[in-house]
């Protein structure tokens, strides 16, 4: 009676156990590789469904529409890996590509580089009123988000803003295209490639995630958690302005309405599908390209599943809770002891 | 009379061969042990040893992977906490586990699982509930009044109302409860320890008690029993008679305590100490704090929780700001004092609170290493991983860091072990001056606070000057080269241990 009971008891825990580690090491190697996954199965349904997707030129299309989500994702991925957020960014675009718009023609080249700066700076000013005056960062940025865009109105007059001349100084970035990835994408693969390095290899970058791990710990380890919250949103800002940039390059217009005006929440869900972690402390800018990528993809399936074009968001939004809930759930572990 | 002795012959619990793995580490490689009633069953044994494996299969936390769980003679299967519960296990947590909010009376009786008194129709009968809180509570001997919000207790009331839910359980049925106390002391003032080791001797008359310390005086002091494991085994049960504390230590650690005492020198007159500070003041917290902390020496601040000391020791690692009063670093004064300056100069900080402040815990050990101090594990700000690896393995050989793996990420060692990676981030800097220690002990094991201790002394020995926040009275008079002892902000009394010789009473006096 007694040893059938051990036998029992040990086969049933031996068996979760086990199953206890495969999962910690599915779940590593889930972290490493999910979004590639799931971009590989999202393309496969597309490319089943639609066969002239593939051949007729889907993958630019995917590329050229993933460009902006991706740079946008990119630096509200700084953000979160910080623990914080920025509702904002995707209103910067808008005003970074109007501010373009209205600048290229009667500054030249000058134009894109100090609209850069420009964005850059209302970046900065979002980091520093969250790390100085310790205004929480979701209440912050839903605040210069609503300043953003109607200084977008104001500047563009609500109306369409063309570019009048001196287009071709940033519309090869749309027409040029390598393999038949555009520029534009492949301008956000280099940027994705710069900010992993930057993660992996420097200081800066191994504070910033301590800072999302962390924050206390972080401070007294002499991480400057201050100016590496201004310079995450800093870059935030500068990501949102090239971002602006390739709509520039894609439309050869801006307005407040038009073409980015709605990148906000493809562009959190571009982050989150990449791997990066809601409440801090983890990023991979590498897997942020599948997650953009993915993300670019869902109005293409929608079509080709024949759902409504207006349920885009919806599905925007689910994926958002989906996801979290099953990488929050993921990263609840025991301590081994 | 025979009932009798076959009562007192079936054990309260009784283990066999108890096995627990997770993946390739065997926490528990068969333990068998057995309680009787009215016994205090003290439990030792280094971090890491499975006393908390052990513990989290007696309240039904972790079901084991084999052996068998025995209450009064029963073989008994615990599927989760409420069966742990329901059969008289009853544990008292190291970081508490009350619900501040709510009434002494509505936290005992937030254990009573099967039980329904207290309410009725599930709407609380507050008659019901303050009257079985009050009975709980008689047993125990408290006076505290049901109805207090247990968040305005102090820590020794609220260990009483834990103690009180432990046993709320089992009073009802009249069998015999058992209390398991996990380093209860360890937060514990000195005053406030005496009113718990007199529960304990109130609790062996109608039940049962594990009690796990760190500190072997406390052991022998309570226990009639002493279970030592080590590597996940049971090495030794004691009668707490026939065993001396040197005996414990080689037989929880696997050797002989190699602690000496420090030999102190004077201080030389002439010599600009590293860090002065000069009549600090912060208002409600301190006034006209004043200490020099010298290269090679240790300088002690005793004291209890009110007396400032935590805020003074913030202070000086530039972490909290101060009213007036200056800090001086070799003799000049020292402005904009900040954390990233004060690491700048050379100074470290270890933190009491060590997973919220002491390290970031989502990380590896290696990373936790080299983030404050890289030394050649970065060029610039460009990180070298191979060098970050080098170095932290190093110190992993060194402190005999255990698991073996710098890439484990921190939270998933145990305390002792955290604590000696946190401590080698700063001696990671070749120019460490300065080692501020708020408890650099607090929680560990004899073994790593060995480790940790050895350290210290090597750092002082090298020629950084430490400030000292010790966990006992004991640690600052066996480390301190000086010490200050404060009460309510101010400093009270100072001792240069090269011509005086206080002992504990005399601080004790000066500090309350």
């Given at each position: 009676m007694n040893t059938s009971f051990a036998a029992t008891a040990s086969t049933g825990v031996v068996g979760q156990t086990n199953g206890g580690l495969l999962q910690r090491r599915i779940g590593k190697l889930w972290q490493a590789l999910g979004p590639l996954v799931i971009f590989i199965v999202m393309f496969g349904i597309v490319a089943i469904l639609t066969p002239t997707f593939v051949g007729g030129g889907g993958v630019t299309i995917v590329a050229s529409s993933a460009a902006p989500i991706l740079l946008v994702a990119l630096g509200q991925a700084f953000v979160l890996n910080i623990g914080s957020i920025d509702l904002s960014n995707a209103a910067i675009t808008v005003l970074g590509a109007i501010l373009l718009a209205m600048t290229l023609g009667p500054l030249g080249a000058v134009a894109p580089l100090l609209v850069l700066v420009i964005v850059t700076l209302f970046g900065a000013v979002n980091g520093l009123l969250v790390a100085y005056m310790q205004v929480p960062s979701f209440a912050l940025t839903l605040g210069t988000l609503g300043i953003f865009q109607s200084a977008a109105l104001v500047v563009s007059g609500a109306t369409t803003v063309y570019v009048e001349s001196n287009g071709e100084l940033v519309s090869w970035l749309y027409t040029t295209a390598i393999a038949s990835l555009p520029m534009t994408f492949l301008l956000g693969v280099i940027v994705a490639v710069v900010a992993w390095l930057f993660l992996r290899f420097t200081r800066p970058g191994q504070g910033m995630t301590a800072i999302g791990k962390n924050e206390s710990g972080a401070i007294f380890s002499a991480v400057r958690n201050r100016g590496l919250k201004v310079v995450a949103y800093a870059l935030s800002g500068f990501m949102a302005g090239l971002a602006g940039t390739t709509i520039i390059a894609q439309a050869g217009s801006a307005s407040p309405m038009g073409l980015g005006s709605d990148l906000l929440l493809p562009g959190i869900a571009a982050a989150i599908v990449g791997g990066t972690s809601i409440s801090g402390g983890v990023m991979n800018p590498i897997n942020v390209i599948f997650g953009a990528l993915t993300v670019a993809l869902v109005p293409i399936a929608t079509t080709a599943l024949h759902f409504d074009p207006s349920t885009q968001n919806l599905v925007y939004g689910v994926v958002i809770i989906v996801v979290v809930a099953l990488t929050l759930t993921r990263s609840r572990s025991a301590t081994v002891k | 009379?025979?009932?009798?002795?076959?009562?007192?012959?079936?054990?309260?619990?009784?283990?066999?061969?108890?096995?627990?793995?997770?993946?390739?580490?065997?926490?528990?490689?068969?333990?068998?042990?057995?309680?009787?009633?009215?016994?205090?069953?003290?439990?030792?044994?280094?971090?890491?040893?499975?006393?908390?494996?052990?513990?989290?299969?007696?309240?039904?936390?972790?079901?084991?992977?084999?052996?068998?769980?025995?209450?009064?003679?029963?073989?008994?299967?615990?599927?989760?906490?409420?069966?742990?519960?329901?059969?008289?296990?009853?544990?008292?947590?190291?970081?508490?586990?009350?619900?501040?909010?709510?009434?002494?009376?509505?936290?005992?009786?937030?254990?009573?699982?099967?039980?329904?008194?207290?309410?009725?129709?599930?709407?609380?009968?507050?008659?019901?509930?303050?009257?079985?809180?009050?009975?709980?509570?008689?047993?125990?001997?408290?006076?505290?009044?049901?109805?207090?919000?247990?968040?305005?207790?102090?820590?020794?009331?609220?260990?009483?109302?834990?103690?009180?839910?432990?046993?709320?359980?089992?009073?009802?049925?009249?069998?015999?409860?058992?209390?398991?106390?996990?380093?209860?002391?360890?937060?514990?003032?000195?005053?406030?320890?005496?009113?718990?080791?007199?529960?304990?001797?109130?609790?062996?008359?109608?039940?049962?008690?594990?009690?796990?310390?760190?500190?072997?005086?406390?052991?022998?002091?309570?226990?009639?029993?002493?279970?030592?494991?080590?590597?996940?085994?049971?090495?030794?049960?004691?009668?707490?008679?026939?065993?001396?504390?040197?005996?414990?230590?080689?037989?929880?650690?696997?050797?002989?305590?190699?602690?000496?005492?420090?030999?102190?020198?004077?201080?030389?007159?002439?010599?600009?100490?590293?860090?002065?500070?000069?009549?600090?003041?912060?208002?409600?917290?301190?006034?006209?704090?004043?200490?020099?902390?010298?290269?090679?020496?240790?300088?002690?601040?005793?004291?209890?929780?009110?007396?400032?000391?935590?805020?003074?020791?913030?202070?000086?690692?530039?972490?909290?700001?101060?009213?007036?009063?200056?800090?001086?670093?070799?003799?000049?004064?020292?402005?904009?004092?900040?954390?990233?300056?004060?690491?700048?100069?050379?100074?470290?900080?270890?933190?009491?609170?060590?997973?919220?402040?002491?390290?970031?815990?989502?990380?590896?050990?290696?990373?936790?290493?080299?983030?404050?101090?890289?030394?050649?594990?970065?060029?610039?700000?460009?990180?070298?991983?191979?060098?970050?690896?080098?170095?932290?393995?190093?110190?992993?050989?060194?402190?005999?860091?255990?698991?073996?793996?710098?890439?484990?990420?921190?939270?998933?060692?145990s305390g002792g072990n955290q604590q000696k990676v946190v401590l080698a981030k700063w001696l990671n800097d070749p120019e460490l001056r300065v080692l501020v220690l708020d408890h650099p002990l607090r929680g560990l094991d004899p073994g790593a606070a060995e480790t940790v201790n050895e350290q210290i002394k090597k750092a002082v020995a090298n020629g950084a000057a430490v400030v000292l926040l010790a966990d006992t009275l004991e640690e600052a008079l066996d480390m301190g080269d000086e010490i200050l002892v404060m009460r309510d902000g101010a400093v009270t009394a100072r001792y240069d241990m090269t011509v005086d010789d206080p002992s504990t009473l005399d601080l004790l006096e000066r500090m309350v």
């Open positions: - | 009379m025979t009932q009798e002795t076959s009562q007192a012959t079936t054990p309260t619990l009784r283990l066999t061969d108890v096995r627990k793995s997770f993946g390739p580490v065997d926490a528990l490689k068969g333990v068998s042990l057995y309680i009787k009633k009215g016994e205090v069953i003290g439990l030792i044994g280094e971090n890491g040893a499975g006393k908390s494996t052990l513990l989290k299969i007696l309240t039904g936390i972790y079901q084991p992977d084999g052996g068998t769980i025995e209450v009064n003679g029963r073989v008994t299967k615990f599927r989760g906490p409420r069966d742990a519960s329901a059969a008289g296990i009853g544990v008292v947590h190291q970081e508490q586990s009350l619900f501040t909010n709510l009434t002494v009376a509505e936290n005992i009786a937030m254990n009573a699982g099967g039980h329904r008194t207290g309410t009725r129709f599930g709407f609380y009968d507050w008659r019901a509930l303050n009257k079985a809180a009050s009975e709980t509570l008689e047993i125990i001997g408290s006076k505290l009044n049901p109805k207090t919000r247990v968040g305005d207790l102090s820590f020794v009331d609220r260990q009483m109302v834990e103690i009180a839910r432990a046993i709320r359980t089992d009073t009802s049925k009249g069998g015999s409860p058992l209390v398991i106390l996990d380093e209860p002391t360890s937060l514990l003032e000195r005053g406030e320890t005496a009113v718990l080791e007199r529960e304990i001797r109130k609790l062996k008359s109608f039940g049962s008690v594990i009690f796990v310390s760190h500190r072997l005086d406390e052991i022998m002091r309570n226990c009639d029993r002493i279970l030592v494991m080590r590597n996940g085994e049971l090495v030794a049960d004691r009668v707490t008679e026939s065993v001396t504390e040197d005996e414990l230590f080689k037989l929880m650690v696997g050797h002989a305590s190699h602690a000496s005492k420090s030999v102190r020198k004077p201080v030389d007159p002439k010599a600009t100490p590293i860090l002065e500070v000069y009549g600090l003041s912060r208002k409600g917290k301190y006034q006209d704090v004043s200490l020099a902390a010298h290269a090679g020496r240790v300088t002690a601040i005793v004291g209890t929780s009110g007396s400032g000391r935590e805020e003074v020791s913030r202070a000086i690692f530039g972490a909290e700001k101060f009213d007036s009063g200056t800090i001086r670093l070799d003799g000049s004064e020292v402005r904009g004092w900040r954390i990233p300056k004060a690491v700048r100069k050379g100074l470290g900080f270890v933190p009491s609170e060590r997973k919220v402040e002491g390290m970031v815990g989502g990380y590896s050990a290696a990373e936790n290493i080299v983030l404050t101090n890289p030394g050649k594990a970065a060029v610039g700000p460009i990180v070298l991983p191979w060098k970050r690896n080098k170095i932290a393995q190093d110190w992993f050989t060194t402190l005999d860091v255990r698991p073996n793996d710098i890439g484990l990420e921190l939270d998933r060692f």
